[in-house]
């Protein structure tokens, strides 16, 4: 039997709810992670998950070097592959990407750091605008320098 402790202080299951588990423990506690936990889960798999486009973007870069080490030929060939309609949505779909994760990281970063200055601890708020300030400083410098 299903000690009482166990899924009452967890999940916050009363016994009469234990016994369907018990009794049918396969779908009750699917259904029952789905309603409870998969929420949360499911926002920081999706989160985690960004890491997939930047590897699409990383090989993206290798080609583009390589492609422009090789020699004009080779230069045409990327470009020529980066105005495919399907290279180009699985771009769009990668800044989207980053842009979440950046999101959900700036907003993750202040309840890590904590800043004090003269006896006062800086706002989450404050923080999170420095580092949209900082990217948006940092991406109009790489614009500049590559539009030289």
């Given at each position: 039997?299903?000690?009482?402790?166990?899924?009452?202080q967890?999940?916050?299951?009363?016994?009469?709810?234990?016994?369907?588990?018990y009794?049918?423990?396969?779908?009750?506690?699917?259904?029952?992670?789905?309603?409870?936990?998969?929420?949360?889960?499911?926002f920081?798999?999706?989160?985690?998950?960004?890491?997939?486009?930047?590897?699409?973007?990383?090989?993206?870069?290798?080609?583009?070097?390589f492609?422009?080490?090789?020699?004009?030929?080779?230069?045409?060939?990327?470009?020529?592959?980066?105005?495919?309609?399907?290279?180009?949505?699985?771009?769009?779909?990668?800044?989207?990407?980053?842009?979440?994760?950046t999101?959900?990281?700036f907003?993750?970063?202040p309840?890590?750091v904590?800043?004090?200055?003269?006896?006062?601890?800086?706002?989450?708020?404050?923080?999170?605008?420095?580092?949209?300030?900082?990217?948006?400083?940092?991406?109009?410098?790489?614009?500049?320098?590559?539009?030289?």
């Open positions: 039997m299903i000690p009482s402790y166990s899924l009452a967890v999940f916050g299951i009363s016994i009469s709810e234990q016994r369907k588990i009794f049918n423990h396969r779908n009750t506690l699917i259904s029952l992670l789905s309603n409870t936990l998969i929420g949360f889960y499911r920081y798999v999706i989160r985690e998950a960004t890491a997939i486009p930047q590897i699409w973007f990383s090989l993206v870069v290798l080609y583009g070097l492609s422009l080490a090789a020699g004009p030929e080779s230069w045409f060939n990327y470009v020529t592959f980066l105005h495919n309609p399907i290279v180009l949505l699985i771009n769009i779909f990668t800044l989207i990407a980053t842009l979440f994760h999101k959900t990281w907003e993750l970063a309840k890590a904590n800043i004090v200055i003269k006896n006062k601890k800086i706002a989450q708020e404050s923080i999170i605008k420095l580092l949209w300030g900082i990217t948006f400083l940092a991406t109009i410098i790489i614009l500049a320098i590559a539009l030289i």
